[in-house]
């Protein structure tokens, strides 16, 4: 059977995107529902592949088939292609599944040569309208087919003949002048190509649709799919249809409109026309268009027209819609609609509005407002005004969104002193600050915990700056690689720029752009509608939603955006404390067991304090604590500082200088330590389980401090739910040892507190082999929580700190996988083992607990996937709570879409 490559706008529908691309699907509708749409028809996006894998030739057969469709708008127009009288007009666009807007081909004018040009200049009388659009056409359709740049003609054929002339503006222009224009532009062609311009209007076509094709695969189309996530193999559709002008008079015009306030949601038109001219003059700034509003004063039976149609159209696609539309001679024709891009604040008001005027139901406004909608709400952003203007410096990863202004600061110690007031010099006492690193590590904490945003030039999403900003809910943006950061100097150099130690930036940890100054912020709203979805969300949401939080602050902060429970307490963070550190360091170098002891003791009195003040915040909801985790040379000074420091003292002291030579004993002591603990793979090293292992003190303290804290909140008569948590089991073994140790430990407490506690005993799977030994682990764990950071990083063997800023951008960019591991989980490998993990763990257990708490727990396609696997919690940082809470109503509202239909 013949493929069916071309389709009458009355032979679509709104339902047929996928073939005939969401400007053909959405024309074809809006024919079909009678309103006021030029004649046309739509190649298919069928045929685009076809193009390509025709190795770029255009089908044969195609232009038969476009011959034909022709002829259906010559008879629906009375009109005809290249006639010599009340001859025919058309444009080409391009129309993808999902739109692109700006990035591909159009075409407009197409059939005019001299003697259309001749014929529609006695049809109309108006000779200036006809070579302006003659001189359009000649423009557009060289710039996309003949790779002639459409500035070569604006910028410069056409701006010096205005100069020429003194013609401020195109419509300073006449006749003649249009005339002689398009006669330049002619020529240009000429000179450039070696051919005249093509008078055949179907040649004109056949090259405007093979230009729009080709512009499938131009670079900003690629590169804004890969952003989008939109697929390649889809393909662009081609409409071609009926010129209206909105440029023949003064009766005429174009314009674009948003059926709502597209930034805010308002229920109110929002928009812009110009009379006297053709639709790219509204987008290309080259004259400033008039709001909508003023068309009801100008022509107010167009504008009741126009409101007719926009309301009629907004009812019957029950959504805000984005429309284009031209008036000829004060006959109102509608040129596009299509579901409008809003912002997030504007996403939340149309759902909830929508549902409150009996247009959509709950489930839907669930799902049309995204995570990333929500995340616009819980973060400040920067003023768009402000952004209009500015250029960024440099680019790095979006790390943790919200936006930041501060004085850039090089060192931890420096951003916690400006924050305290005890700073003199470069940065102004009680200015904000950012705390600019290469990379960071835990020494930096108190610095990053000290700033309003961090920025480093090295790292991903899950690099250590990333995963700290993110749970403190300060902007990061992390591997801004074109920054060469100069600790020592307090600068850093971007180019030619050089940003030194007091300079203001500006960073948006939402895009990861990077600004030189302080730019405008707006705080976040989270408004009355916000809070209506959410309420929503929860009544449909079939998943706990819990938040990893690791001190009373962020436990508060998580109940206020909703959390359930936490799901990871990192307990080794309260160690990064400054009042902490010293006594971790001393546990660590001690080598007499009396002094750990003594450190032990001092520190379980402030982890209990801890643990009694998160267990308040959560006032009976659960919290998994995880016992300590990384490798311990962590807590001491980094090996590359000490052998700076000693050098430089030694330096000193070779130079005469006296009275370091402690000092440098002290430093020289430390560096044997740090050097003796030193391990290739840290991350594959001694930490987690293993650490209980070596060194059991300091989990039987950490479980102390735990159960006691809990003791001690419930015999305020609170409730409390702990669940211990031991990391990076691999073997069976490791958490038979340690848990037996633990859970005697536990008994006595309980014994010696007098109450109840309902603790628990679980683990973190994150490691392959820990998942694929699940059925043993659950022999003793009573919860599995998936740390798919780790789980990820030992799945691919990609290292979690360095892999992003290294290849894994490459490995994107070049589709050698689909998207970042680290972000999203890899369903095929690392959700495989999930998969198995929870299977053959409640076959040992029944009803075992599963949850995540590695970052994939905030991020929603993760979280659908969670869904399918029958986790019964996600855990994220706090301020991806709201996130967290609509992806799992989606995801039950998906899963329930499926069963509904398997059954
Ligand atoms: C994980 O590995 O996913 C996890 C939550 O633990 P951490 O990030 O602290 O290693
Ligand atoms: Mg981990």
Redesign the pocket.
Known sequence: MDLKRVYLFREGNATMKDLLGGKGANLAEMSNIGLPVPPGFTITTEVCNEYYANGGKMPAGLMDSVREAVKDVEKLMSRTLGGSTKPLLVSVRSGAKFSMPGMMDTVLNLGLNPTTVKAMVDETGNKRFVYDSYRRLIMMLSDVAFGLSKHEFDDKIFKEYKQKVGAESDLDLDADQMEEISQLFLKHVREKTGREFPTDPFEQMEVGIEAVFKSWNNDRAIVYRRQERIPDEIGTAVNIQAMVFGNAGDDCGTGVAFTRDPSTGEKAIYGEYLMNAQGEDVVAGVRTPVPISALQKQNPQVFDAFMDTANKLEKHYRDMQDLEFTIEHDKLFMLQCRSGKRTGPAAVKIAVDMVEEGLIKKEEALQRVTGSHLDQLLHKRIDPAALDKAKPLAKGIPASPGAAVGQVVFDADVAAEAKAGTLQGDVVIGKKVILVRDETNPDDVHGMLASQAVLTARGGKTSHAA?VARGFGIPCVAGAEALNVEVHEEKFTVGGTVVRQGDVITIDGASGAIYLGELQLIEPEVSGAFGTLMSWADDYRTMKVRANADNPRDARQAIEFGAEGIG?C?TEHMFFEEDRLPLVQELILTKDESVRQQMLDKLQVVQQQDFEGIFEAMDGKPVTVRLI?PPLHEFLPSFEELVRETTEIKTRIHMGQKGLEKDLETKMKMLGEVESMKEQNPMLGLRGVRLSIILPGLVIMQTRAILQGAAAVAKKGMKVFPEIMI?LVSTVNELRVVQNALEAEAKKIVKEQGVDIPYMFGT?I?LPRAALTAGEIAQYAQFFSF?????TQTTFGYSRDDAEGKFLQQYVEQKILPRNPFETIDVPGVGRLMKIAVEEGRAAREGLKCGI???HGGDPESIDFCQSINLDYVSCSPFRVPIARLAAAQAALRTKVKVAVDK
């Open positions: 995963v990871l990192r985790d990391p973190m994150e740390g798919t950071n780790d789980l708490c590695g970052e």
